[in-house]
C-alpha cells in the first residue's frame, strides 16, 4: 500500500487538507449521462440528492451539465450555463457549506461559475486542450484545478487510444501540462489520469495498476472510475448494476494512494475509505518475541 500524503487546498482563502481520501459526489445536470440515476432536472431532486451526500459523507460536490461520454454530442455553452447558474444557486442557497467542483472545459463557462455562483474547483475533463484559455482563466480565478487527460473530444476519444505505453505517455504528458500551470502560478493542481477518456478496457486497467507512479506528479491524485465501461464491460452487466465493481476499484486505487475519489454512490466510496484505511493503520512490522 502507498502511504497517504496530505495535500492543502486554497478554496477562496480558506485552506482545508486533504488528510485522508476524500470523496468527490457526481450531480449531473444533463439529459443524457451515461448513468441515469445521476442525472437531476428538477430542484427537490437536486436538494435530496446534495443532502444525501453531504450527509452520506461527501467532501465535495462535482456538478456537470455538459455530458462526456464517449460519443456524445455537447451542449452549447449558453446551454451549459444556464443549467449551472441553476443547480449552482440552489446548491449555494440550500446547502452553503459544501464545497463544490464544477465540471466544464470551458473557460467562460468556469469563469461565470465562480466568479457569480459559487464554485470553488474547476473540473476540466480535457486538461485545456479543449479551450486555449481555460488555463489564462484559471490563473486569473486562483481556483484548485482538476487536470484530466484526455485526447480528442468526447465525439472522438474512443478512436485515440494509440499509445506507446499508456501509463508512461499519460504521465509525461501531465508533467509537461502541470509545469506549465505552475509556471502560471496556478498553486493548487489535481491530477486525475482520465480513466475512460481514450484508452480502451486493458489500457484503462494499466493505468490503475501503475497508479504509484504519478504521486511524481507532487499533486493530489483523482480516480474517477465509478460506473464506468471499464467495470460493467469486462463483467456483462450494465452501468446500474456496477456498484460492486466500482467498490473494488476504488479500493485498489486508494491502495495506491489516490487522494479524491470521484462517484456516483457516496456512502459506498466513504465506506471503502474507511475500512482500507483503517487496514493501512496496521501496515507496520511485526514485532516477534524473543
Known amino acids: 500500500m502507498q502511504p497517504f500524503k496530505p495535500y492543502s487546498l486554497n478554496l477562496d482563502g480558506r485552506l482545508v ?56 454530442e455537447p451542449v452549447d455553452a449558453h446551454g451549459e450555463m444556464e443549467r449551472l447558474q441553476w443547480a449552482l444557486t440552489i446548491i449555494g442557497r440550500e446547502v ?7 465540471d466544464t ?3 467562460v463557462v468556469a469563469r461565470r461559475c465562480v466568479e457569480e ?58 508533467a509537461r501540462r502541470i509545469d506549465g500551470l505552475r509556471q502560471m502560478g496556478v498553486a493548487d493542481i489535481i491530477a486525475d489520469p482520465g480513466f475512460g477518456f481514450a484508452k480502451n478496457l486493458e489500457q484503462n486497467y494499466r493505468l490503475l495498476a501503475c497508479l504509484e507512479a504519478y504521486h511524481a506528479l507532487d499533486a493530489p491524485l483523482l480516480v474517477g472510475v465509478s460506473r464506468k465501461r471499464m467495470i460493467y464491460t469486462p463483467l456483462n452487466i450494465m452501468p446500474d448494476e456496477a456498484l460492486n465493481g466500482t467498490t473494488v476499484l476504488n479500493t485498489l486505487a486508494i491502495e495506491r494512494g489516490a487522494h479524491i475519489l470521484r462517484v456516483h454512490d457516496v456512502k459506498a466510496a466513504v465506506e471503502a475509505v474507511k475500512l482500507t484505511t483503517l487496514m493501512q493503520a496496521q501496515l507496520q512490522p511485526v514485532i516477534h518475541k524473543q
Open 17 to 72: 487538507t486533504i488528510d485522508r481520501p476524500w470523496v468527490m459526489g457526481i450531480i449531473n445536470i444533463t439529459p443524457d449521462s451515461f448513468y441515469t440515476a445521476s442525472r437531476v432536472n428538477d430542484e427537490q431532486s437536486l436538494i435530496a440528492r446534495v443532502r444525501q451526500m453531504v450527509d452520506d459523507g461527501a467532501d465535495i460536490i462535482d456538478v456537470g451539465a455538459c455530458s462526456t461520454r464517449p460519443g456524445s
Open 96 to 102: 452553503p457549506d459544501a464545497i463544490v467542483s464544477v
Open 105 to 107: 472545459y470551458r473557460s
Open 117 to 174: 455562483w459559487g464554485a470553488d474547483i474547476i473540473n476540466d475533463i480535457s486538461g485545456g486542450t479543449l479551450d486555449g484559455e481555460m488555463f489564462r482563466v484559471v490563473a486569473g480565478l486562483n481556483v484548485p484545478y482538476v487536470l484530466t487527460h484526455m485526447r480528442g473530444t468526447p465525439e472522438t476519444m474512443s478512436s485515440m487510444t494509440d499509445y506507446n505505453d499508456v501509463a508512461a505517455d499519460v504521465l509525461e504528458w501531465m
